[in-house]
């Protein structure tokens, strides 16, 4: 079975600094896809930013960065700039590609503070 | 911007009780997805559902479980009898298709308390 591990249960950073949350995942397959997820306290998740396994580009979007090493199984997420608004509870997930599987398998998250 | 919403925001039930727990998914969306989480735990996967039919499901999701689609909007969750350990957020989410990288996009959740 596969399994996410979030080894940060919380971080701070500074308003418009950067900051990485670290992600690891343990799978055999070898296509996949990986996303992180942002809970504000409002409590509706929201998609980031996302992966395909076979593309080694690393994903973008706007400040949010992600550094994806598949042989590490590592999906860390760069926030740069960080805003007030950045602050929220991370999840990184996973989901087979193949295998009829749509099941998000998610990781038990990192708390982000962003200081004023 | 379309969303998933879902109703009621929370609902306290006593152990024992049944409990319908409702969701309205975007509207060209065709999965459906029940997922909850423990206060302090992770977020886990209970049961997809597509074309009328339950696509997956979890070993949480026990004969207790059962989910419809009574209509052409609304998804629904009922737990028969509730246990103190069913008390957990709700979140119902949906996508326009399970292939490739598509988003799964959340309600805001339900929070189940049992008493």
């Known amino acids: 079975a596969q399994t996410v591990t979030q080894s940060q249960p919380e971080m701070s950073v500074q308003e418009a600094e950067t900051v990485t949350l670290s992600c690891t995942y343990d799978?055999?397959?070898?296509?996949?896809?990986l996303f992180w997820y942002k809970q504000p306290p409002s409590r509706q998740m929201i998609l980031v930013i996302r992966?395909?396994?076979?593309?080694?580009q690393n994903a973008t979007e706007n400040r949010f960065s992600v550094n994806f090493q598949k042989a590490a199984k590592s999906f860390s997420l760069k926030i740069s700039d960080s805003q007030l608004g950045d602050a929220a509870m991370y999840f990184c997930?996973?989901?087979?590609?193949?295998?009829?599987?749509?099941?998000?398998?998610f990781g038990k998250g990192t708390k982000l503070t962003v200081n004023p | 911007e379309p969303e998933v919403t879902q109703t009621p925001s929370h609902q306290v039930t006593q152990m024992g009780q049944e409990v319908i727990l409702r969701c309205v998914p975007i509207?060209?969306?065709?999965?459906f997805y029940w997922y909850r989480q423990i206060l302090g735990q992770k977020v886990e996967f209970l049961v997809s559902?597509?074309?009328?039919?339950?696509?997956?499901k979890s070993e949480i999701f026990d004969d207790q479980f059962s989910v419809e689609r009574p209509d052409g909007s609304n998804f629904t969750l009922k737990i028969r009898s509730t246990k103190l350990e069913d008390s957990a957020m709700y979140f119902c989410?949906?996508?326009?298709?399970?292939?490739?990288?598509?988003?799964?996009?959340f309600g805001p959740g339900t929070r189940l308390t049992v008493t």
């Open positions: 989410a949906s996508s326009v298709s399970s292939g490739g990288i598509y988003e799964q996009y």
């Open positions: 799978t055999s397959e070898s296509d996949y896809y």
């Open positions: 992966q395909e396994a076979y593309k080694q």
């Open positions: 997930a996973y989901r087979r590609s193949q295998g009829g599987s749509e099941k998000l398998v």
């Open positions: 509207s060209n969306h065709l999965y």
């Open positions: 559902f597509y074309n009328n039919e339950i696509s997956e």
